[in-house]
């Protein structure tokens, strides 16, 4: 069977597409960072990608708030399917309709065992504007802050 012919040879990923891959960042990204530095200033302490044992689920928010158990997920509008601004893949469509079916999947069940488990969940697109991402993280946070004051 000639290299051509092989069906299997058509789905490996070229070079330059395997080093994209592996470049996308599962942390730190720019919206995430920009998001961390005005919570920062705005004196508010979190902790970053820390993983949390549930019943049903493990999930890795983005920036934590332990004391206030608030959870946040900075999604990306590809990886997430955003509404707005995510789009099907035009080749391998495969693959990539259901890994990325599988990751709205994942992202409700975690949404679901973190709101079980008494966590409030916010999720910000990364096209959002960081001080308005920040100012419904900071709205969350007095809530929850003044419900457990009551």
């Known amino acids: 069977m000639t290299p051509s012919s092989d069906p299997a040879a058509s789905r490996r990923p070229t070079p330059g597409r395997?080093?994209?891959?592996?470049?996308?960042?599962?942390?730190?990204?720019?919206?995430?960072?920009?998001?961390?530095?005005?919570?920062?200033?705005?004196?508010?302490?979190?902790?970053?990608?820390?993983?949390?044992?549930?019943?049903?689920?493990?999930?890795r928010p983005d920036i934590v708030f332990t004391r206030a158990r608030v959870a946040v997920f900075v999604d990306g509008c590809f990886w997430h399917c955003c509404p707005e601004h995510g789009r099907q893949p035009g080749v391998n469509g495969g693959y990539w309709g259901p890994k990325l079916e599988r990751n709205i999947a994942r992202d409700r069940a975690a949404d679901g065992a973190l709101s079980?488990?008494?966590?409030?969940?916010?999720?910000?697109?990364?096209?959002?504007?960081?001080?308005?991402?920040?100012k419904r993280i900071i709205d969350v946070l007095d809530a929850s802050k003044s419900s457990r004051d009551s």
């Open 18 to 59: 395997s080093r994209n891959m592996a470049a996308i960042k599962r942390r730190d990204t720019r919206p995430e960072r920009a998001i961390r530095s005005l919570l920062h200033a705005a004196g508010r302490r979190y902790r970053v990608d820390v993983r949390l044992d549930l019943e049903g689920a493990k999930p």
């Open 116 to 134: 079980a488990a008494g966590w409030a969940v916010v999720r910000v697109w990364e096209h959002e504007a960081p001080e308005e991402a920040v």
